[in-house]
């Protein structure tokens, strides 16, 4: 499926590879990437068509903008085949884009998705998660107060990716309303709000995908005009949490597609790199099997999600499914170095960076509580 996109795809990820293993020991791009413009139609991934993104041209001479689930998803597993935390610390709108192309308004999509056509790299981030709160998003406690035209916004935000490099942040929070009841939102910065509202943005240390800086916000009265709302013409409801929903559920496809990147990667790796016993190779084969299971779960779970159905459970076994897997793989790839693991370090951090995937896009005990509730409704 997609195979000219994936083709078009693989120098990328050949030279992404290629920087893995040093933007994990810096914590951060290396130089020399950073200045590469070979890489910018990656960089603009998510850049609609319509505000001038270059697109990547497949082998077929077709243009790609990974705009549907499907198509995101191709691109998450290939990139991730080159190395997952390289596709984390990717410039671009990354999860912010769909959000502004869903409840923004006509000139916050303009700055926003301009801003990436420049030559060097821009980073969006997209601060939901909270010390207190994590997988209950519901309860966040960031709240924005409403006084003559601006908002002041006070709370903290944890495990932001990309956090201290980005220029672009949504952040979301409670904006008391008329009726007592406090709807999610979601407000756009930008580099220069940030620094003169005094956010401070301070790097988490992780275990895995240590390039993407994880970063913790806190905002203490930081005060911005309504136009920073996203979608501030729109109903509360509308541009609120309800229009976030609809951006996860397109989005968890390509989030487990990452995991089945990594999966593919370690095998291959394996394969190329050590001797294996007859056992072995039936163990690869049979990882090869499972990988392919979850790839069709996820591409199942796009297909729906670019056709309007929203079914949690599809979505939800297909998460937990590659969660599982790019465990389960990594973990035997370092059965299979045994002690000669440190002449692999490529092996030793993709276990790392896979640890991290649980977390993303809900984690494993949540997608088993969405499928739960999906499969005794009936
Ligand atoms: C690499 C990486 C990148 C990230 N990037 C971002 C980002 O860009 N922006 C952002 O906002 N956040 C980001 N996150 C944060 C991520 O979304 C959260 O880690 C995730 O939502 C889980 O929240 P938590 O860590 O607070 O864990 P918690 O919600 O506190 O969960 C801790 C444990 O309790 C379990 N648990 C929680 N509730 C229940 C329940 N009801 N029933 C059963 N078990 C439960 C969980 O399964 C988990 O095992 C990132 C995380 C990682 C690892």
Redesign the pocket.
Known sequence: MFTALREGLRPYTQAMREYALKADELRDMPAEYVKDDFFRPIWQLGTPEKFGSIGLRGKNNQTYFGESALELAIWTEEIAYGDPAML?TLPGPQ?VGPLISKIGEEHQQETFFLSFLKKEPVWA?????EPS????LANIQTRAEYTQDFYKITGE?K???NGTRASWVCIFAKIADKKGTFPIQCFLFNHNDLNQIGVKRTEIN?LG?RS?K?AHFVLDRASISRQHLLGYTKSPLKRGFTGAAHVFYRMRPSVSALAVGVSKAAIDYVKENIQLSASSEIEIARLRWKIKKAQHMIYRAAHQADQQIFSQKVSSMAKWYANCIVYEVTRKCIHFTGPDLPNHPLIEKWMRDAR?IE??E?????HK?MIGKELFKK
């Open positions: 984390l999860l981030s997209f601060a939901l998660t709160c994590g997988s209950d935000k495990y932001v990716g992780t995908m993407a994880l991290m977390f993303m809900g984690t494993t005990n949540i509580n």
